[in-house]
């Protein structure tokens, strides 16, 4: 069965757009969430020298930024080349 | 060797190697000038857009400021990255796809119109100008410290170097002298830290000493919480600030870094739609270096300062407090004359005053490192000032042989258009020093205005751009209006008509003028998307170009007129 070229597109969009989804809402979760949020609650907890909260809030949530970008740039390859979009 | 004598070694070396890069990598076509013939390569795009993002503020004061907010410091941190993730998720690989050379180019196209252009390149101007004073205000400061030249001849000597590869170099020469300015100030960063870090904790790693001991059982952290708390200070780890204020402030410069147009425009440098992306997880890693050594250093620096002089006799100081004394970065004045420092919350009681700028400039002094390391301090703090100041002058001068002159007069040939881009680049760049050196008042207190009002410009058009096929050019006019005229009128009321009702009692719910413009760009986002829903939905061609961007197939070259 021959796929719809415009109908390709679409789903290949819908896909990008999961992704997008999931990876946000890490980004807003360790940033938003853990960094500020829910700050105090998380600061009874001991990570070596560190109150967990505030590590995240001054260490953690940018390693986790780093590793989203990361992790958007191999799904996204994989994607492309699914759908067959992928640059030469 | 004196440090004198190693600081002019250093930073003249620095210069030497800018301007060798300068020359060798002349533009000779607008596409070089404006976004270096798009063949950089991801690695050396990531390391460009670093040393582009990390001001002469990020390098001298974060740390300092960090130091002194502690816990409340966090917003820089995770605002000034955090926005590399939209950046990368949201903007950078479908802008690099549409392929032209500016970010007032996409609000033009996407939304036909040349009303929105020019809104767009207004606000372009306006928030590369507030940045670019300060950047050229660094230089002159980091002259007059170091090397002992009056601040008006660092200005001087500063604007001398940038026009050197700016002007002629356009975005090629910028780009690969970015990358020899990251290294330096990467480089000049770490070194006092790693150093530093090993004395207090015994761990070479900055991040890892962050958490570590500074006695047997007793963490760093723990200590300065301590030290502070019986100063009468408010805690390192605790906030001061409301949740709902570090949640706007953290939006606000999130959101504002990804729509600063001197960002975005590097990722139109990258051949490819994926390279765009790599790219940005590169930058953010050269960043991330950086950020996350800063919180470090900023532990590290308050811990040491209070040690070495609250409570000790004012005779007995350490020689680098006296050493600072001269600048005025750091004062004591024993006011109750009993010969003792008394570092105090009471401001009529505080017998220290302690420069945020102090805490990366005086670090290697502190740790007592060889002479050669302060003029590696005073390269890199130059690398950082020198490579922003660069990526702004360039946004400023496209904008106006671009985004003014083509668009209105798009009869003139390549070779004029490079001529005013060069000559725009020239007199943004003497207009800059003029602000270096007679630096209003104000500098300090616009940058609030810089992300703000790019989060509320800038970042909402250009994502429902992307992502709305329905919005059009009605929404997003009007949507930039409110959300530029909101922050604008928010921040110039609390920072300058009424600056004494510039507390949290008067704010709306609680937000301060550095986070409103989170709010403004909420508010940007509402205006777009109602106005579009009652006004014609854009033409089919303005469609076919969404979908077209939304493939990374076929982006080619940067698209040539």
């Keep these: ?88 | 060797m004196e440090i004198l004598t190693w600081t002019y070694i250093l930073v003249g070396l620095t210069f030497a190697l800018y301007i060798g890069i300068a020359i060798w990598s002349r533009a000779g076509s607008t596409k070089e000038f404006y976004v270096a013939g798009g063949g950089v390569s991801p690695l050396a795009n990531g390391m460009a857009t670093a040393a582009d993002w990390m001001s002469a503020a990020s390098f001298i004061s974060m740390a300092g400021l960090i130091a002194f907010a502690g816990y409340d410091g966090s917003v820089y941190l995770m605002g000034w990255t955090g926005g590399y993730v939209l950046l990368a998720l949201l903007l950078a690989p479908y802008l690099r796809k549409f392929g032209k050379f500016t970010v007032p180019d996409f609000v033009g196209d996407r939304y036909y119109s040349n009303t929105a252009r020019v809104v767009a390149v207004i606000c372009a101007l306006f928030i590369s100008f507030v940045y670019v004073a300060g950047q050229m205000r660094g230089v002159g400061i980091v002259f007059s410290r170091y090397l002992e030249v009056p601040i008006e001849w660092g200005v001087v000597i500063g604007m001398i170097i940038v026009f050197f590869y700016a002007v002629l170099g356009g975005m090629k020469g910028i780009t690969y002298t970015q990358v020899a300015q990251y290294c330096v100030l990467i480089f000049a960063y770490m070194v006092p830290a790693i150093f530093i870090s090993m004395q207090l904790t015994g761990n070479p790693i900055p991040q890892l000493g962050f958490g570590g001991e500074v006695e047997a059982g007793v963490s760093l952290l723990d200590k300065l919480d301590g030290v502070l708390d019986d100063l009468g200070f408010a805690a390192y780890t605790d906030g001061r600030k409301s949740m709902t204020d570090m949640f706007m402030i953290t939006l606000a410069l999130m959101v504002g870094t990804a729509g600063l147009p001197h960002v975005i425009v590097r990722f139109f440098t990258v051949p490819r739609v994926k390279d765009a992306r790599l790219s940005a997880g590169y930058a953010l890693v050269f960043i991330a270096i950086l950020y996350t050594t800063a919180p470090a250093v900023a532990a590290f620096g308050i811990y040491n300062a209070i040690n070495s002089t609250s409570e000790k006799p004012v005779s007995e100081l350490p020689t680098w407090v006296q050493t600072w004394q001269k600048t005025n970065l750091i004062q004591v004045d024993d006011k109750n004359g009993d010969g003792i420092v008394q570092y105090l919350p009471d401001p009529n009681q505080n017998e220290l005053q302690i420069d945020k700028d102090i805490m990366v400039l005086a670090s290697p002094e502190i740790a007592e490192l060889p002479n050669w390391v302060v003029g590696l301090v005073a390269a890199g703090a130059m690398a950082a000032a020198l490579s922003t100041a660069a990526g702004l002058l360039l946004v400023i001068s496209t904008s106006v042989s671009r985004d003014l002159f083509k668009t209105f007069r798009p009869e003139i040939t390549e070779k004029k258009e490079l001529m005013i881009a060069r000559i725009a680049a020239a007199g943004a760049v003497i207009l800059a020093g003029y602000f270096g050196v007679n630096p209003p008042g104000f500098v300090a207190q616009v940058v609030a205005f810089a992300f703000g009002l790019a989060a509320a410009s800038f970042f909402p058009v250009i994502l429902l751009g992307i992502f709305s096929s329905r919005i059009n050019k009605e929404g997003a006019i009007s949507g930039m209006l409110v959300g530029l005229v909101f922050t604008l009128g928010y921040i110039t009321y609390f920072k300058f008509i009424s600056p004494e009702l510039n507390t949290a009692k008067y704010w709306w719910f609680g937000v301060s003028p550095e986070g409103i413009g989170s709010i403004g760009m909420i508010l940007n986002f509402i205006v777009c998307v109602v106005v579009s829903r009652f006004t014609p939905a854009p033409p089919a061609s303005i469609q076919e170009m969404i979908e077209e961007i939304r493939i990374p197939r076929g982006a080619g070259k940067a698209i040539d007129h």
Excluded: H
């Design chain 1, 1 to 88: 069965m021959p796929i719809d070229p415009k109908q390709k597109t679409k789903v290949y969009w819908k896909k990008n757009l999961q992704t997008l989804v999931v990876l946000l809402l890490i980004w807003f979760l360790v940033s938003f969430g853990c960094g500020i949020l829910w700050v105090e609650e998380l600061n009874s907890i001991q990570l070596g020298g560190f109150k967990l909260g505030f590590w995240f809030a001054q260490q953690g949530s940018i390693y986790v930024f780093v590793l989203l970008i990361f992790a958007y740039v191999y799904w996204m390859n994989r994607l492309d080349r699914k759908f067959d979009v992928d640059e030469e």
